[in-house]
């Protein structure tokens, strides 16, 4: 095997592969990336639950294939002069120069490398990669951490006419986005759930530019391309909750506000709670008025943040984090807030236009005197 390559491009492609690659395997090839030269060069990191393929413009002049350590293997070209990088290997002893750098280390056989899944066309749809980017970083946040419900640790991708839907929930809150596609082929709609570790790779792959990129689903996984990359990851099996029954609508009470403006009051307050004190965030809908306070040991803080309407003094109790997190999500300079009782969810959603996003946060319960 032997190519030269751009020292930037082939330290791009490490980078973007080893995220996928393990870093502690009881499979050792699984701890490096396959190295492929053919007609052209590709790289490919496993974790046997996502993999990620990509590749590199190259000159080839003898093919091959091998597995090098990912971490060596990146940190000698990360750390190579920015010149050409020229590739050698003579059986399994790999020969890499750059400038005046020289580096000779080992490599192993491709063989013990496991194939990546065939994902067998099913149904394929694509959309912007600025689009998908954003809904993946705006609904990523409420994928539930909690194994016992496995379907949950990942994002409901639901294509119908109306374009694309993205659901994360984890049994506090709920987090959706919906927006338009571009492209459709397969069934009239179709629905599988990505698991979340894959899905802050696709984000991270994903350029903020207006170019497609396609997502495949197949009978057991799934597959993202985006220009000279792949990304392929098991779907998650399992009941979704039944999202558009789990979130109360005509709620009676109905205020809006600035994002940037609650998101400021809620931060402040939100200074004398820690991992070590928890305490809930009291909040009371008054007219034209939101008033925050929280209370712990350490003392008390208050603020008032303005809102248009009234919420008639209902006072209701939240997370601190996870209302902050519904509104760094929103992407809108001004949200409306729908309420109904002290116990019953918080939505969140666009003042105007399409109802492109939904957060919903629950409450949780106010001691007296907290």
Same mark, same amino acid.
């Given at each position: 095997?032997?190519?030269?390559?751009?020292?930037?491009? %082939?330290? !791009?492609?490490?980078?973007?592969? /080893? *995220?996928?690659?393990?870093?502690? $395997?009881?499979?050792?090839?699984? #701890?490096?990336?396959?190295?492929?030269?053919?007609?052209?060069?590709?790289?490919?990191?496993?974790?046997?639950?996502?993999?990620?393929?990509?590749?590199?413009?190259?000159?080839?002049?003898?093919?091959?294939?091998?597995?090098?350590?990912?971490?060596?293997?990146?940190?000698?070209?990360?750390?190579?002069?920015?010149?050409?990088?020229?590739?050698?290997?003579?059986?399994?002893?790999?020969?890499?120069?750059?400038?005046?750098?020289?580096?000779?280390?080992?490599?192993?056989?491709?063989?013990?490398?496991?194939?990546?899944?065939?994902?067998?066309?099913?149904?394929?749809?694509?959309?912007?990669?600025?689009?998908?980017?954003?809904?993946?970083?705006?609904? %990523?946040? !409420?994928?539930?951490?909690?194994? /016992? *419900?496995?379907?949950?640790?990942? $994002?409901?991708?639901?294509?119908? #006419?109306?374009?694309?839907?993205?659901?994360?929930?984890?049994?506090?809150?709920?987090?959706?986005?919906?927006?338009?596609?571009?492209?459709?082929?397969?069934?009239?709609?179709?629905?599988?759930?990505?698991?979340?570790?894959?899905?802050?790779?696709?984000?991270?792959?994903?350029?903020?530019?207006?170019?497609?990129?396609?997502?495949?689903?197949?009978?057991?996984?799934?597959?993202?391309?985006?220009?000279?990359?792949?990304?392929?990851?098991?779907?998650?099996?399992?009941?979704?909750?039944?999202?558009?029954?789990?979130?109360?609508?005509?709620?009676?009470?109905?205020?809006?506000?600035?994002?940037?403006?609650?998101?400021?009051?809620?931060?402040?307050?939100?200074?004398?709670?820690?991992?070590?004190?928890?305490?809930?965030?009291?909040?009371?809908?008054?007219?034209?008025?939101?008033?925050?306070?929280?209370?712990?040991?350490?003392?008390?803080?208050?603020?008032?943040?303005?809102?248009?309407?009234?919420?008639?003094?209902?006072?209701?109790?939240?997370?601190?984090?996870?209302?902050?997190?519904?509104?760094?999500?929103?992407?809108?300079?001004?949200?409306?807030?729908?309420?109904?009782?002290?116990?019953?969810?918080?939505?969140?959603?666009?003042?105007?236009?399409?109802?492109?996003?939904?957060?919903?946060?629950?409450?949780?319960?106010?001691?007296?005197?907290?």
């Amino acid at each position: 095997m032997k190519f030269t390559c751009e020292k930037a491009l %082939l330290q !791009a492609a490490i980078s973007t592969t /080893s *995220r996928a690659v393990s870093p502690k $395997s009881s499979i050792p090839a699984l #701890e490096g990336i396959l190295l492929g030269a053919q007609t052209h060069l590709g790289l490919t990191g496993y974790n046997l639950e996502t993999g990620i393929r990509t590749t590199v413009p190259a000159e080839i002049t003898e093919t091959g294939t091998l597995v090098l350590g990912a971490r060596l293997f990146g940190e000698i070209v990360r750390k190579l002069p920015d010149d050409m990088v020229s590739f050698q290997s003579t059986n399994y002893t790999v020969h890499i120069q750059c400038g005046m750098s020289e580096f000779h280390i080992l490599a192993t056989d491709p063989e013990e490398f496991p194939e990546l899944p065939a994902v067998e066309y099913q149904n394929t749809f694509e959309i912007p990669q600025s689009r998908l980017r954003a809904m993946i970083g705006q609904t %990523l946040f !409420a994928v539930s951490t909690n194994e /016992s *419900r496995p379907i949950h640790t990942g $994002s409901l991708f639901e294509v119908d #006419e109306e374009g694309l839907t993205v659901v994360s929930v984890d049994g506090y809150r709920l987090a959706l986005r919906r927006e338009a596609i571009e492209k459709k082929e397969g069934a009239e709609s179709f629905s599988f759930v990505v698991p979340g570790a894959a899905l802050s790779e696709v984000e991270k792959i994903c350029g903020d530019v207006d170019e497609m990129a396609s997502v495949t689903q197949g009978a057991r996984h799934v597959m993202f391309k985006v220009g000279s990359t792949m990304l392929v990851s098991r779907r998650l099996e399992g009941e979704f909750l039944a999202y558009k029954q789990a979130i109360p609508r005509n709620n009676p009470i109905q205020v809006e506000g600035e994002t940037r403006a609650l998101l400021a009051s809620i931060d402040r307050v939100s200074l004398i709670i820690s991992d070590k004190l928890k305490s809930p965030l009291r909040c009371v809908f008054d007219d034209n008025v939101l008033k925050l306070s929280t209370k712990t040991a350490i003392g008390d803080a208050n603020d008032v943040c303005a809102i248009a309407g009234s919420g008639g003094g209902l006072e209701i109790g939240f997370n601190n984090k996870y209302l902050m997190d519904a509104l760094k999500a929103a992407p809108a300079d001004r949200v409306r807030l729908e309420l109904s009782t002290g116990v019953s969810p918080c939505i969140m959603l666009p003042t105007e236009g399409e109802e492109n996003f939904l957060y919903m946060v629950l409450p949780v319960r106010l001691k007296a005197g907290e």
